[in-house]
């Protein structure tokens, strides 16, 4: 492809982690730029305008949900977490104020490649909406609201629906569940978890070959969901 | 009398009797000064004399004396005035009838004017213990230990009633105990201030007489519950003291049992908090320790991701190596995360994050989360059809399927198949995760699940023996049961169960089709 390199935004104080995440995405063709606290990342992020920024949760002089909320009121660049606290509040918490996605530390060159390829592609596509989905052997019309599975209609109801299309609108990005609710069901459902959960199951045995081990609708336990084609 | 008792304001001048002493003694002096006018006068003014007389003696002494100066001016009247002088007869019987009239007006005027000076000094007594009472409600009110309640409320109690207090509270073990050490000669019966407690009623032991008898047992009732007994016992001879000031003495006691319980609430508040700091330092500790063990592991991991994907690429055996830095770089990480998790749960209550939720799902979670653990590995799922939402910390069921899987992945050889199961047993669900490998050995199937518990020591497979214990840390905090079996087939089994509960409600919608009729 010989599109420009796109530009990534680093914040993360471990030097030697900055290191090998720099190689990591030079590798892949990005240009990388660091910045060591969160001060100087919000300054990297309004002049270098990144496709991607990466952010390190346990910053020295920043929270980091801190700086996804001061980022998120002038920029909508894709937000990767990197996280090594263990609660997943902290990950709901900076979900909600506006990530994209998050990696748990320890975490190899693999992963992080594969969520970055992600966001960009998903940045890379813009509004462009294709109203063709296809994962695993469903095919999904939005432009006609038809669910194919093996080329035969699958019904879904109107819940389901809505959110296999929320989904589908967010690939590879963590949905958390609280979000999920507020979208389906309006925001007086927002306790009320397993709705959720139980449409979600629903949805997993119409589309996928095995419900217990699904390979495109994927749990984030004690977050919520994330799509994958 | 220590105190200045209610009995004082009824006898004013010390002794009852001072009071006839006076009565007569003023009539005297009444004759006397009569006398001499008893020529310039009619008789009606002299009576007006003795009227006067009787009516100052009323306001002076009250009731008995008022009664006697009556008697006694009549007397004099008649004997020293009323001709003929010097003798009680009478000669002209008109006379009889001012002797009745003004023995009837004297009596009248007396009781009146002896009621009013009666409940004067009553409403300034009132006045002055209802003073005394607010002036001890507010220092309850600052009061911060209960012995200050105490002492507070014995200050008061000798102040105004000469009455003796003895507050006793509960201690941990339900039994009342005094705050102080009570007096000596101050005689407390436990058993009426149990009665008292328990029954939420005042008991009194008036029937006894005699110094330290004539106590009144008041329950401490404040708005949550019954706090304590307050005793009042009589200082003086007086065995009636307590049962007089009932009703005020009832109004203290309640003022009391609002202080104990403000002491108490407080109490419990300052513990509460001590508690929640504690619980707040061990997890920032906890997440300390994670952040500063976990950031080198990230580094060290994605180095050796680094090399290993290197241009030009390394020769064979140093991608090995890279490989094998990163592969212990992971298990260390595990065995951090073990180690970490073992800390949280045995630092105190679990904090379940409990929410009703289909087991399935927490399964698959799992499976994706090992990931590249269990490629040599098949895995087979099977659940019962009519699986109820159980409710749980899906994080910590998850950590718990992890273990187990991962265990399964350790001990079976590559390429067999590993089963995970679920299915009603009565009032919980039995879940179990089975392997094809050698299992347990029988003779340790009890012992696996302590800390640092491993099946075969110093194998060469790694592990510490934490994953176990943590399992059943989860599943005991979860009310389950779990347990290590071996197959007759060949394989280990490690099977848990978690209660059923009463699943909530779902109003599922109406299954319409999403597709608007175009």
């Known amino acids: 492809m010989s599109e420009p390199s796109p530009s990534v935004v680093m914040v993360e104080d471990e030097k030697q982690i900055r290191r090998f995440v720099r190689a990591a995405l030079e590798g892949e063709g990005c240009r990388v730029f660091e910045a060591e606290n969160g001060k100087q990342g919000l300054i990297e992020a309004a002049t270098r305008k990144p496709e991607l920024v990466i952010l390190d949760l346990g910053l020295p002089d920043l929270d980091g949900v801190e700086f996804i909320r001061d980022l998120r009121t002038w920029s909508t660049v894709p937000i990767l977490i990197l996280s090594a606290r263990s609660t997943e509040n902290d990950k709901i918490i900076a979900l909600d104020a506006g990530a994209d996605d998050y990696l748990t530390k320890p975490f190899g060159v693999g992963e992080l490649l594969a969520r970055v390829r992600a966001l960009l592609r998903r940045q890379g596509k813009g509004n462009e909406a294709n109203p063709l989905v296809t994962f695993g052997d469903v095919e999904v019309d939005l432009a006609n609201r038809v669910v194919r599975r093996h080329g035969e209609v699958i019904r879904l109801t109107q819940i389901e629906y809505r959110l296999l299309g929320l989904l589908l609108a967010s690939p590879g990005k963590v949905l958390t569940h609280r979000y999920l609710l507020r979208e389906v069901w309006g925001p007086t459902f927002i306790e009320s978890n397993h709705y959720l959960r139980i449409y979600v199951g629903h949805l997993r045995h119409k589309l996928e070959v095995d419900p217990a081990q699904p390979k495109h609708i994927l749990t984030e336990t004690g977050v919520g969901y994330r799509f994958q084609a | 009398m220590r105190g200045n008792g209610l009995g004082k304001i009824f006898t004013p001048m010390g002794h009852p009797n001072r009071g006839y002493l006076w009565v007569l003694l003023a009539c005297a002096v009444t004759t006397a000064i009569a006398a001499p006018l008893a020529q310039y006068l009619d008789l009606a003014n002299i009576v007006m004399l003795f009227l006067l007389t009787v009516l100052l003696m009323a306001a002076r002494f009250g009731r008995g004396p008022a009664v006697l100066a009556a008697f006694v001016s009549v007397a004099l009247f008649d004997f020293f005035f009323v001709p003929p002088q010097l003798s009680f007869t009478v000669n002209d019987a008109q006379y009889l009838v001012t002797f009745s009239v003004m023995l009837a007006v004297a009596l009248v005027t007396g009781q009146l004017t002896a009621g009013l000076r009666q409940q004067a000094e009553m409403a300034s007594l009132k006045e002055q213990q209802t003073r005394a009472l607010y002036e001890m409600a507010r220092e309850l009110a600052g009061a ?149 063990l976990r950031t080198p592991l990230t580094a060290l991991v994605g180095l050796a991701d680094s090399l290993a994907l290197s241009r030009p690429p390394l020769h064979a055996e140093a991608l090995d190596m890279a490989e094998a830095i990163r592969e212990q770089a992971l298990r260390l990480s595990g065995l951090v995360g073990n180690l970490l998790d073992m800390a949280r749960l045995h630092a105190g209550r679990i904090a379940l994050r409990k929410e009703w939720q289909p087991l399935e799902e927490v399964i698959g979670a799992s499976i994706q989360l090992l990931g590249r653990a269990l490629v040599n590995h098949q895995i087979q799922v099977t659940l019962a059809k009519d699986m109820p939402l159980l409710e749980f910390d899906a994080v910590l069921i998850e950590r718990v399927f992890c273990n187990l899987l991962e265990n399964a992945a350790k001990y079976a050889p590559a390429g067999s198949l590993i089963e995970i199961s679920g299915s009603l047993n009565g009032e919980s669900v039995e879940v179990s995760v089975c392997d094809q490998g050698q299992g347990f050995p029988p003779d340790k199937l009890s012992a696996l699940f302590e800390m640092f518990a491993r099946g075969v020591p110093e194998s060469a497979t790694p592990g510490v023996g934490l994953g176990l214990a943590i399992c059943r840390a989860i599943i005991e905090a979860h009310g389950g049961l779990i347990a290590a079996t071996n197959r007759a087939a060949g394989g280990a089994c490690v099977t848990f169960s978690l209660p059923m509960g009463t699943p909530p409600r779902i109003e599922l919608e109406l299954d319409l089709e999403n597709r608007s009729s175009a």
């Open chain 2, 144 to 292: 911060l230990t209960s012995q200050q309640v105490s002492e507070i409320v014995q200050r008061f109690l000798q102040m105004e009633f000469d009455l003796d207090a003895v507050l006793l509270l509960p201690d941990e073990n339900g039994n009342l105990q005094p705050i102080f050490v009570v007096p000596e000669g101050l005689r407390v019966e436990q058993q009426f201030a149990l009665i008292a407690f328990e029954q939420g009623q005042p008991v009194e032991d008036y029937t006894l007489t005699g110094y330290g008898y004539g106590a009144g047992y008041f329950p401490l009732k404040a708005p949550v519950s019954v706090r304590g007994v307050l005793v009042f016992v009589p200082n003086s001879q007086n065995t009636q003291a307590v049962r007089e000031h009932k009703p005020l003495l009832a109004t203290l006691a309640s003022l009391v049992a609002i202080a104990v319980e403000r002491l108490h609430y407080a109490e419990v508040a300052q513990s509460t908090q001590l508690q929640v700091v504690s619980e707040r330092l061990r997890s920032s500790i906890l997440s300390a320790l994670s952040h500063d």
